[in-house]
C-alpha cells in the first residue's frame, strides 16, 4: 500500500461519520451523479457511500444513520409567579365547591354587607394567617380550611363559647384532650395557637376519611359530630332521599355552619368586585416559635423580646397565669423580628434567672404538696430549686419559691384579669355582686334576680354549663330596685336573695329550714303546701339572707 493511498483512505474514514452526521438533519438534498441533479434520500446516500467505500483494501466501520433526527432545545425555564400576599396564596388553593344556593347566598350577603367586620377578622388573623396556611397546604387541604377560624371564633384567640369551646379553633374539653391538648390551671393547650391547629387538622382529616372523604360531611361533623352526620345520611336512604350535604336534616347550627365557610371564602374571592378591602399581608412568616429552657416569667420575657406583656399574651393565648406551664410546653410565640434577639439573651440567661424567688420558711404541718399548690407551682419545681433528694421539709427552714416579678395588672391577659375586665363593663341596670352559695345553679339565680341565665354566664366570661364554685362572686345587672334584695336590720346589712330550691330525697321542712337559717313558718307562707309529705323534684321559694351563709 503506497503512502499517497494511507493518506487518502484514513482522511476518507476519518471524515465520513462527520459528514454522514451532516447529512442527518435533512431527510433529502440534491446529489451530483454522473453531472445529473437527481433528489436522493439519506438511505440511497448512505448505501451509495457505502459501496464507494468497498473499493478500498479494508471495510469501513458501520455506522448506523437514522431516517431522520429532531434536535430539540430545551424548553425555556418559566417561573411562576408567587404570591404577594397570604389572600393570594389562599384564592390559589380554593378546592371546596361552591354552590350559591340560598343558605350560601344568605352568609355571602351578611358578610359582604359588614366589611367592618371583615377588617377586624383580617387584623386578628395577621399574626397567624401565614402559618395556618403552611400547615393546610402541608396536608393537601383545600385552602378554605384556613378561614375555618373565621366561622368557629372570629379569630379571637381568647374566644369562649356557651358550649364551653375555646380558642381559634373552639375545642370542647372532651375533644381538645382527645387531640392532645393538655388543660390544666396553668395552660390551656385550646388557645394555643401551634397545637390547637395541627390538632384540628388531625379532626378534620379523620373526619374526612371516617365520612367517605367528603369535605362538606367533615366540616358538618366538626360542627355537630361525626354520629349526626352519619344518623342524618342513613335516615335519608331509609327514606330513600339525596344523601348530600344540602339534603341532610341536620341541626340548624350545622346548615348554617358549612355555607358559612363557603361564603367567607367567596367574598375574600370577590372582595375587588363588592369593594371590600384585603389588607396586604405579605406572604412570608410573621411569627416565630421559640424554645425556652424551663418555666419562664412572662412580663421577663416580654422584656427580652422587646415587646409588650399583652403582645407576648395575644401570641401565646394559651397560658392562663403570669408565667409558662412549669411541665411545657417550654416555647414561645414571638414576632419574627423577636426570635434573634430574645434568643441571644436566652442563651446568656441561667435558668435561676428565669423566675423570681422568694424565700418561704417552712411551718409546722406544711408539706411539699401543700407548699407547691400554695404558691400555684409543682413539687418537682421546689425540689429542683432547693436541690431537694426527697419529699422530706423540716419547720423552720427555707425553701426558694417561684413568684410573678410585676404587680398582677402587668399581666393583663390572665384568666383572672380578663375576668375582672368583662366583670367590670357597665351595662343597664343596678349592679350586683353575688357570692355563690351550696346547690346554686345559674337557672335558680336567673329567676331569683329576673335576669337570663345566659346572660349572667355572659357577665361573667362562662358557658351556661359551666359548674358553679362554692365562695364564687358574680356579677348580675338586674332592673329589680335595691330594695327588693337588699334589706337592713339594726344598721347591719342584709342581702336577701330570692332561691328557688329543689326538694331531694330524705329532706324535710325542718331540715331545709336549718339549712337556710329561716322558719318552718316562714317557708309555709312562702309557699303552699298541700301535701303531707315532700316529693322530691318538687320546688320551694326561699328567700334567703346570704349574708348569713358566707
Known amino acids: 500500500m503506497s503512502p499517497l493511498y494511507q493518506v487518502a483512505r484514513n482522511s476518507l474514514l476519518l471524515t465520513l461519520p462527520i459528514s454522514l452526521a451532516l447529512l ?17 434520500s439519506i438511505a440511497e446516500i448512505s448505501q451509495a457511500v457505502r459501496q464507494q467505500a468497498a473499493t478500498v483494501s479494508e471495510p469501513l466501520p458501520q455506522v ?4 431522520t433526527q429532531v434536535i430539540q432545545s430545551p424548553a425555556p425555564v418559566v417561573e411562576e409567579p408567587q404570591p404577594a400576599t397570604v389572600w393570594e396564596r389562599l384564592l390559589a388553593g380554593y378546592s371546596l365547591d361552591k354552590p350559591l344556593n340560598k343558605r350560601v347566598q344568605t352568609e355571602y350577603d351578611w358578610f359582604s354587607s359588614h366589611p367592618e367586620y371583615l377588617q377586624r377578622v383580617q387584623q386578628r388573623a395577621e399574626p397567624f394567617m401565614h402559618f395556618i396556611l403552611n400547615e393546610v397546604e402541608k396536608r393537601n387541604m383545600p385552602t378554605e380550611m384556613a378561614l375555618l377560624p373565621v366561622v368557629e371564633s372570629a379569630f379571637q384567640p381568647f374566644a369562649y363559647s356557651h358550649g364551653r369551646a375555646a380558642g381559634l379553633w ?7 384532650r382527645a387531640y392532645g391538648l393538655k388543660q390544666n390551671w396553668w395552660y390551656d393547650g385550646r388557645r394555643d395557637v401551634i397545637a390547637s391547629t395541627a390538632a384540628a387538622l388531625d379532626y378534620l382529616q379523620a373526619l374526612h376519611k371516617q365520612l367517605g372523604g367528603d369535605w362538606e360531611y367533615a366540616l358538618a361533623a366538626y360542627n355537630a359530630g361525626a354520629g349526626n352526620v352519619r344518623k ?4 335519608n336512604k331509609r327514606k330513600k332521599r339525596p344523601v348530600d350535604f344540602w339534603s341532610l336534616g341536620l341541626p340548624k347550627e350545622t346548615q348554617a355552619y358549612v355555607p358559612r365557610l363557603i361564603a367567607i371564602s367567596m367574598v375574600f374571592r370577590d372582595a375587588e368586585k363588592l369593594g371590600i378591602s384585603l389588607d396586604s399581608i405579605p406572604d412570608e412568616p410573621r411569627i416565630a416559635v421559640v424554645p425556652i429552657k424551663s418555666q419562664i416569667d412572662l412580663a421577663k420575657a416580654a422584656e427580652m423580646a422587646d415587646i409588650s406583656v399583652e403582645e407576648l399574651y395575644n401570641l401565646n393565648p394559651a397560658y392562663n397565669r403570669w408565667a409558662t406551664d412549669p411541665a411545657g410546653p417550654h416555647r414561645l410565640v414571638l414576632p419574627i423580628e423577636s426570635e434573634a434577639v430574645f434568643s441571644q439573651r436566652m442563651a446568656e440567661l441561667d435558668e435561676s434567672d428565669l423566675l423570681q424567688w422568694q424565700r418561704y420558711k417552712i411551718k409546722n404541718g406544711d408539706s411539699l404538696i401543700r407548699i407547691a399548690n400554695k404558691h400555684k407551682t409543682t413539687v ?4 429542683d430549686v432547693n436541690n431537694l433528694k ?3 421539709i423540716r419547720a423552720g427552714k427555707y425553701l426558694l419559691i417561684p413568684v410573678s416579678s410585676a404587680s398582677p395588672e402587668i399581666y393583663s391577659k390572665t384568666v383572672s384579669q380578663r375576668l375582672a375586665q368583662k366583670q367590670s363593663v357597665k351595662r343597664s341596670g343596678t349592679k350586683i355582686e353575688y357570692t355563690v352559695q351550696p346547690g346554686d345553679n345559674l337557672w335558680d339565680i336567673s329567676r331569683t334576680y329576673k ?5 349572667i354566664a355572659k357577665w361573667n366570661g362562662m358557658a351556661p354549663t359551666d359548674t358553679l364554685r362554692t365562695g364564687q362572686t358574680l356579677v348580675i345587672w338586674t332592673k329589680q330596685k335595691s330594695s327588693d334584695t337588699t334589706l337592713a336590720v339594726n344598721d347591719v346589712p342584709k342581702r336577701i336573695s330570692k332561691v328557688s330550691y329543689t326538694i331531694r ?7 331545709i329550714a336549718n339549712k337556710f337559717n329561716v322558719s318552718v313558718a316562714d317557708i309555709k307562707k312562702w309557699n303552699t303546701i298541700n301535701k303531707k309529705y315532700l316529693q322530691p323534684g318538687d320546688r320551694l321559694k326561699l328567700n334567703v339572707d346570704v349574708t348569713e351563709q358566707l
Open 380 to 383: 418537682a419545681i421546689i425540689k
Open 232 to 235: 342524618a345520611i342513613r335516615h
Open 64 to 67: 448506523s444513520i437514522p431516517e
Open 170 to 176: 373552639q375545642f370542647i374539653p372532651s375533644t381538645g
Open 451 to 455: 335576669v337570663s341565665y345566659k346572660k
Open 390 to 392: 426527697s419529699h422530706r
Open 505 to 511: 330525697k330524705g329532706d324535710s321542712l325542718s331540715r
Open 24 to 40: 442527518q438533519g435533512c431527510e433529502t438534498f440534491a446529489w451530483k451523479d454522473n453531472g445529473n441533479a437527481k433528489t436522493k
